[in-house]
């Protein structure tokens, strides 16, 4: 991909003052480009520098102007990772410089991406920043299956939580979690969950019946998506058996049996019918 400057600045973009830069976290989504929003389209093709996170897939920083500065920092649990000091870093100087600076991001900024940390920090240093928020993996991932992350007869509301802690931190309480879920008839979304799959599993059903319906979604909304439906008490089992990995999300609650309704549907459906869906 190539490299230097466009032209126009978005009217979402807020100039840093004295240079002209500006700054932009946009929500690339969970990698579908046609889930992109409009606005962040016309960010993307606005920007002269793009610092692009691990999980945006390449068809949608190809609606990049072929003259922006493309700079890939990507961060994996588990993997590699640039620094998150240095991706801000690069961000005020690039402001500074007079860029107009997109932050592409996997799903949404502000849901598990450090979109906080990096606002505060650009902040702090005087620069204004907007975000645009994207569609977060958690809900494309179970609504590719046919199902609802709420409904009136099973779930009250959504819970959206990691799975994994920053060093040094305790992470979830995920028996309190799992009784807050139970009384309140909430779903559990679970992001980073799969390397701690089985410590989740068993200290989730200490408040959760073993047959809590479960589904575990990898690559969400793209065409190389895989998934599987299982129950609490053999979610770990079902990600060793079927060789699921990261990025994925966990998603525990009874909406998830709706997606076994969404297959009978479409199964009675005659084949003129799921042809043209």
Not at 115 to 125: F, I, M, S, T
Not at 132 to 144: D, E, H, K, R
């Amino acid at each position: 991909m190539s490299r230097p400057t466009p032209s126009t600045t978005p009217p979402t973009a807020q100039p840093h003052l004295g240079t002209g830069g500006s700054c932009t976290l946009v929500g690339a989504g969970p990698g579908d480009p046609e889930l992109l929003t409009i606005k962040a389209l016309k960010a993307i093709q606005a920007a002269t520098v793009l610092l692009v996170d691990d999980l945006v897939s390449d068809a949608i920083v190809e609606h990049a102007s072929p003259t922006a500065r493309i700079v890939y920092v990507g961060k994996r649990g588990g993997c590699k990772s640039t620094p998150q000091a240095f991706i801000e870093k690069l961000m005020l100087m690039a402001v500074n410089e007079g860029e107009n600076v997109v932050r592409l991001k996997g799903g949404d900024p502000f849901i598990f991406g450090r979109g906080g940390e990096e606002v505060e920090h650009l902040r702090a240093a005087g620069v204004q920043v907007t975000v645009i928020n994207g569609i977060t993996a958690g809900l494309a991932g179970l609504t590719s299956l046919g199902a609802p992350l709420t409904h009136r007869e099973h779930a009250h509301g959504v819970v959206f939580v990691t799975g994994h802690a920053k060093p040094g931190d305790a992470g979830t309480d995920w028996r309190q979690l799992a009784a807050t879920a139970r009384d309140a008839k909430l779903t559990l979304v679970i992001y980073m969950g799969v390397s701690g799959a089985a410590t989740i599993e068993q200290e989730l059903l200490t408040g959760l019946p073993a047959d809590t319906p479960v589904a575990i979604i990898q690559h969400a909304s793209l065409p190389h998506q895989r998934h599987a439906v299982t129950t609490l008490g053999t979610l770990h089992a079902t990600i060793t058996r079927e060789g699921l990995a990261s990025p994925s999300v966990i998603v525990v609650g009874d909406v998830v049996r709706g997606v076994a309704l969404a297959v009978q549907d479409a199964s009675a459906l005659p084949l003129q019918a799921l042809r043209a869906g």
